[in-house]
C-alpha cells in the first residue's frame, strides 16, 4: 500500500480538480461510451502509425474502451479516473505480493521501495489518466513479474497473464514486442515444469479468444481489417530512428543514471534524451549491467534456478524491445516525436534491470553468510517499510499538476451551456478549427454530447471516433462550431458561450456557436394543390 500511495493521492488529486477527458482521452471517453451499443468499436484508439501506409490505422484491439464502459456511462467523467486508479493501485499491490512470492520479503521491500522511486519518473497523470500510453504502464509492470511467475511455474496464473498482456498490447503497439517476448519466455520456462499445467493452459486459450474476438471480427469482415493494416506498417519499407537511437534508448534506460531514478523536467523529455550523445560512464555501465543480466540467465541455467534464468532473460528481452521500438520509430515528424511517450516503459525496464541485478547480487552474499545470519532482521523489515512509505509519500507531495489543467474548469463551463441549449437525442453536426485553443477541447466536448444522448456528426470522423459519427448525409438539427476567435462561423450562428483560460502562460479562448438547422419548406395541401390548379386553369381560359 505504500508503494502504491502516488496512484492514490494522483486519482484523489484529479477528482478534487474536475478531471475532464481532453485531446485524445475525449476520443477515448466516446468510444468507451459506445461499448454498450449496437456500433461497439471492434478496434483500439486511432494510431499516427498508420501515415506510413496512408491508411487509417487503429491500435489492436479496444479492452481499454470495455474496462471504461460502465465509468463513461455513471454521468461523471471522474469515474473513468477512480476506475484506472483502482486498477493502477490493484497492479502495484499484486506486483509487490508476486515479489514476495519470488523472493521472500527482501525482494518484497526492494521492490515496493522501487517502484514509488520509479513513478518520480513519469507524469503523475499517468497514474489516472485514460490515455492509452499511460494507461498501460502499470499493468505492464504487472506483466513483468507475472511472466516472471509463470515461467517459475506458477501455472494458475497463465490466464491472468494472458488478460494483462492483451489489455497492454491492444492500449498501444508500443508494448507489442516486449510483451510478445516475456510471454514466450513464461511458456518456454512452464514447458520445464508446472502443476495442471494443461487445464490452466486452456483456460488462457480461451481467455485469449475473448480478448481477441472483436479484433478477429474486424479482421475478418474488414477490406482489409486493421490487424492487416498494421502488419503492412511494419513491414513497409521507411527511413527510420536507426540503430544507433535504439541504442541511446537501452543506454538511458539502463546506464547511470537510468531514467527511472530521474525526475524529468517535462514529460516529453525522452524524444531529446535519445537523440542526443550518451556519455562514455552511461553506456560503459550499460553495457555491464547487460552483461550481468546475461550472467545471471547463465548461472541460472547451469545451477537449474528457473528463477534465475528467467529473470535474466525477461532483462534482456525488455531491452532488446525497447531498442526496437525506439530504432523502428518512422523518421516522418508526426511519428518520430511520439518515442517520448512510447518509451515512458524504459521506466519499468531500467528498474527490472537494476532490481534483478541487485537481488541476484544479495543471493550470492547470502549464500556465503554463515546460516544464522541469512534470515532477513525485523530491524532491517521494518527499516525497509519505513523506506517503502518515505519515498511513496515524497512522491506524491512532489506530484506535477495534469498537462491541461487548465482547460477543466472552461470544458464544464462549455458542457452545462450547450446540455441548456440542445435537447437530448438530436442529431448535431460538429464542426471546429483544430487551432492550439480548440483542439484539446472539442473531443471532450462531443463526449459530453455523446453522453447527453445527442449524435454528434463531423466529417471525417469516422477515422477516429468511428463511422456512426460520419457526417455522410444525415440530416441534423443543429450545428455547434468551435473556433477561437470572436468571427461568426455562418450567417445564421450565434454565439452560446465564450470561456477564457491560461496554459503555459498563454491567454486563449475558445467560442462557441450554434446554428439551427434550416428546415425543408412543407409539402402544400391537397387542397392547396387544387386550388392552385383551379387558379391555374381560370388564368388560362381568360
Given at each position: 500500500m505504500a508503494a502504491g500511495l502516488p496512484v492514490v493521492v494522483s486519482t484523489v488529486h484529479a477528482v478534487q480538480i474536475g478531471w475532464e477527458p481532453t485531446d485524445d482521452k475525449g476520443i477515448i471517453a466516446t468510444r468507451a461510451y459506445?461499448?454498450?451499443?449496437?456500433?461497439?468499436?471492434?478496434?483500439?484508439?486511432?494510431?499516427?502509425?498508420?501515415?506510413?501506409?496512408?491508411?487509417?490505422?487503429?491500435?489492436?484491439g479496444p479492452m481499454l474502451y470495455w474496462l471504461l464502459a460502465l465509468p463513461a456511462r455513471l454521468g461523471n467523467p471522474e469515474w473513468m479516473v477512480v476506475t484506472m486508479g483502482i486498477v493502477n493501485f490493484a497492479a502495484v499491490l499484486a506486483t509487490?505480493?508476486?515479489?514476495?512470492?519470488?523472493?521472500?520479503?527482501?525482494?518484497?521491500?526492494?521492490?515496493?521501495?522501487?517502484?514509488?522511486?520509479?513513478?518520480?519518473?513519469?507524469?503523475?497523470?499517468?497514474?489516472?489518466?485514460?490515455?492509452?500510453?499511460?494507461?498501460?504502464?502499470?499493468?505492464?509492470?504487472?506483466?513483468?513479474?507475472?511472466?516472471?511467475?509463470?515461467?517459475?511455474?506458477?501455472?494458475y496464473l497463465l490466464p491472468v497473464a494472458v488478460?494483462?498482456?492483451?489489455?497492454?498490447?491492444?492500449?498501444?503497439?508500443?508494448?507489442?514486442?516486449?510483451?510478445?517476448?516475456?510471454l514466450v519466455v513464461a511458456l518456454v520456462g512452464?514447458?520445464?515444469?508446472?502443476?495442471?499445467?494443461?487445464?490452466?493452459?486452456?483456460?488462457a486459450v480461451l481467455v485469449g479468444l475473448v480478448c481477441w474476438q472483436p479484433a478477429i471480427i474486424n479482421e475478418v469482415t474488414g477490406h482489409p481489417g486493421n490487424l492487416t493494416l498494421v502488419a503492412r506498417t511494419a513491414t513497409t519499407s521507411k527511413p527510420t530512428l536507426g540503430l544507433h537511437v535504439g541504442e541511446n534508448a537501452v543506454a538511458r534506460a539502463v546506464?547511470?543514471?537510468?531514467?527511472?531514478?530521474?525526475?524529468?523536467?517535462?514529460?516529453?523529455?525522452?524524444?531529446?534524451?535519445?537523440?542526443?550523445?550518451?556519455?562514455?560512464?552511461?553506456?560503459?555501465?550499460?553495457?555491464?549491467?547487460?552483461?550481468?543480466?546475461?550472467?545471471?540467465?547463465?548461472?541460472?541455467?547451469?545451477?537449474?534456478?528457473r528463477d534465475l534464468a528467467t529473470a535474466g532473460a525477461i532483462g534482456l528481452i525488455l531491452c532488446a524491445a525497447l531498442a526496437a521500438v525506439a530504432a523502428q520509430t518512422p523518421t516522418a515528424p508526426v511519428l518520430a516525436a511520439t518515442v517520448a511517450y512510447?518509451?515512458?516503459?524504459?521506466?519499468?525496464?531500467?528498474?527490472?534491470?537494476?532490481?534483478?541485478?541487485?537481488?541476484?547480487?544479495?543471493?550470492l552474499v547470502r549464500a556465503l553468510a554463515p546460516a544464522p545470519a541469512r534470515r532477513l532482521p525485523a530491524a532491517a523489515a521494518l527499516a525497509g517499510l519505513a523506506a517503502a512509505g518515505a519515498v511513496g509519500t515524497a512522491e506524491a507531495a512532489a506530484e506535477k499538476p495534469d498537462q491541461h489543467v487548465a482547460l477543466y474548469r472552461p470544458i464544464s463551463v462549455i458542457d452545462a451551456r450547450l446540455n441548456r441549449a440542445i435537447a437530448p437525442n438530436e442529431p448535431i453536426r460538429f464542426d471546429g478549427n483544430l487551432d492550439v485553443a480548440t483542439q484539446?477541447?472539442?473531443?471532450?466536448?462531443?463526449?459530453?454530447?455523446?453522453?447527453?444522448?445527442?449524435?454528434?456528426?463531423?466529417?471525417?470522423?469516422?477515422?477516429?471516433?468511428?463511422?456512426?459519427?460520419?457526417?455522410?448525409?444525415?440530416?441534423?438539427?443543429?450545428?455547434?462550431?468551435?473556433?477561437?476567435?470572436?468571427?461568426?462561423?455562418?450567417?445564421r450562428a450565434a454565439l452560446l458561450t465564450r470561456v477564457g483560460y491560461s496554459e503555459r502562460g498563454l491567454r486563449s479562448s475558445v467560442y462557441v456557436w450554434m446554428a439551427i438547422a434550416p428546415r425543408p419548406p412543407a409539402a402544400p395541401s391537397a387542397a392547396r394543390r387544387a386550388s392552385r390548379r383551379h387558379r391555374h386553369r381560370a388564368r388560362r381560359r381568360a
Open positions: 459506445d461499448v454498450l451499443t449496437a456500433h461497439s468499436p471492434l478496434v483500439g484508439q486511432y494510431s499516427e502509425a498508420g501515415v506510413v501506409i496512408g491508411r487509417a490505422t487503429h491500435d489492436l509487490v505480493a508476486l515479489a514476495r512470492r519470488r523472493g521472500g520479503p527482501t525482494l518484497m521491500l526492494a521492490t515496493a521501495i522501487a517502484i514509488p522511486v520509479m513513478c518520480m519518473s513519469l507524469p503523475a497523470e499517468a497514474f489516472h489518466d485514460i490515455w492509452n500510453p499511460s494507461a498501460a504502464l502499470m499493468p505492464f509492470l504487472l506483466l513483468i513479474f507475472l511472466c516472471w511467475s509463470v515461467a517459475c511455474g506458477d501455472a488478460l494483462v498482456a492483451s489489455f497492454v498490447v491492444q492500449a498501444h503497439l508500443g508494448y507489442l514486442a516486449a510483451s510478445t517476448g516475456m512452464l514447458a520445464f515444469g508446472g502443476r495442471r499445467r494443461v487445464p490452466w493452459a486452456l483456460t546506464g547511470v543514471k537510468p531514467w527511472w531514478l530521474i525526475d524529468p523536467a517535462t514529460r516529453w523529455d525522452r524524444k531529446y534524451d535519445v537523440a542526443a550523445p550518451q556519455s562514455r560512464g552511461r553506456m560503459v555501465s550499460a553495457i555491464a549491467l547487460l552483461v550481468a543480466l546475461g550472467v545471471v540467465a547463465v548461472v541460472g541455467v547451469v545451477r537449474r534456478r512510447s518509451l515512458w516503459w524504459g521506466s519499468q525496464c531500467g528498474m527490472w534491470v537494476w532490481l534483478i541485478v541487485a537481488w541476484s547480487a544479495f543471493l484539446p477541447v472539442k473531443a471532450s466536448i462531443r463526449y459530453d454530447l455523446v453522453r447527453h444522448g445527442d449524435r454528434v456528426l463531423s466529417k471525417g470522423a469516422w477515422v477516429r471516433n468511428g463511422r456512426w459519427y460520419e457526417l455522410d448525409h444525415h440530416a441534423y438539427d443543429a450545428t455547434i462550431t468551435l473556433t477561437d476567435r470572436p468571427r461568426r462561423p455562418g450567417r
